[in-house]
Structure formats: C-alpha cells, structure tokens
C-alpha cells in the first residue's frame, strides 16, 4: 500500500466522529499528542479548540501537508515531527494523546513497547483516545499488521477510566481496495485515573 495514495483518497474526509466524540468532553487543554497524524485534520481540530498539539507522522508527505497549515495557526500552537513509532522511546507529557488506525501498522515488538510508553504519557485525568485492530481482522492474520485483544487491551489501560469503548466487526473494502477484507476494530476513549 502505499501512504501517499491512501492521503490522496483521504484528502477531502472530515475528521473522524471519534476524534470529536473525545474533543467534546471536558479535558484540560494542554498538549495533545496526534500519533500517526496523516494529513493533519484531526491535529487542526485539536488546536482551533484551543490545544497545543505534537504531530507525529514518518511520511514525507503527511509532513509536508500539514507544514502547510502552521501558517493559518496561532504561533507555536503545531508542531511537527517526522518519525517511525519505531524509534518513538518517550512522549512528552500530554493532556490528550489520539491515534486512529496507525497503531496497527507499527512493528509487533515495538507495538507492545509503545503502548505502554503511550500510558505513561498521559497526565493524571488525561485522555487516550483512539483505535485498535482486534485479533480478528483479516491484516491481522496475515501478519501485515498488530492486532491486540479486548482483553489485553484494557489491561494496558487499567489505570483509565473507560468513557466509550467500540468493537466493530464488518466486511467492507479498504481505502486502495475493490474487494472486501474483514475489519475487527477496536476504538476506545478512556481518562486517566491515577
């Protein structure tokens, strides 16, 4: 698959509903981590709501898109870095930290690596918001991507309070794709506790 077609596809989407789903809720207005930022929609959302935001992406082109944007912001509200979560080994502490279907792409060892660095992150009553593949899906089983169960899951967030939690199962084409592949996704919104 390649990035810079899927950003292509995607160009012109809304920000996702789980994204604003967690922005509606009543978070300290700190820094907000997007992992995984793609073209930055979300990232922008999250500062015209008032955050300073990290955006994190290692495609060039994500990069260059939202490097774009920094100029309609207020200053020193967006900033960018380009890297792997591969070479990802601390995070800034954060109020509010989002990622959505950039996880599962990461490496299986450094997948388990990051989550926990991810939770570490988050300030007390800070948010994670999120998702997932579960155990299920078709990309999982080939080995093309980390998939995580419910259980192990919500083990990794067992110092959260989980506000939404989603497991989806469908068949439906991916972004690239005509034909069907079976999606397990798991999204989840949760509040740290401790």
């Given amino acids: 698959m390649s990035w810079d077609q899927y950003f292509q596809k ?5 920000p996702r509903a789980l994204h604003s789903k967690a922005l509606a809720m009543d978070m300290n207005k700190g820094l ?5 930022c793609g073209l930055g929609k979300e990232a922008l959302e999250t500062v015209k709501e008032g955050w300073t935001v990290l955006a994190i992406d290692k495609e060039s082109m994500a990069i260059e898109q939202i490097e774009k944007l920094i100029g309609q912001l207020p ?31 990461c490496h299986k060892d450094q997948f ?24 299920r899906d078709d990309w999982v089983k080939s ?14 967030f067992s110092d959260f309070e989980i506000l939404y939690f ?10 690239l794709k005509k034909q069907n592949k079976y999606w397990h996704i798991l999204e989840i919104i949760a509040k740290k506790s401790v």
């Fill in 166 to 175: 989603n497991e989806v199962e469908k068949q439906s084409p991916p972004v």
């Fill in 75 to 105: 200053e020193n509200k967006l900033s960018i870095q380009q890297k792997s979560f591969e070479e990802i080994k601390i995070l800034p502490d954060a109020d509010f930290i989002y990622s959505y279907h950039s996880l599962p792409f």
């Fill in 32 to 36: 907000a981590i997007d992992l995984g």
């Fill in 143 to 156: 080995g093309s991507c980390t998939g995580i169960s419910v259980e192990d899951l919500k083990n990794y």
């Fill in 10 to 14: 995607t160009k012109n989407q809304a």
């Fill in 112 to 135: 388990y690596h990051l989550i926990p660095i991810i939770v570490k992150a988050i300030n007390s009553s800070g948010f994670f918001s999120g998702s997932f593949f579960g155990i």
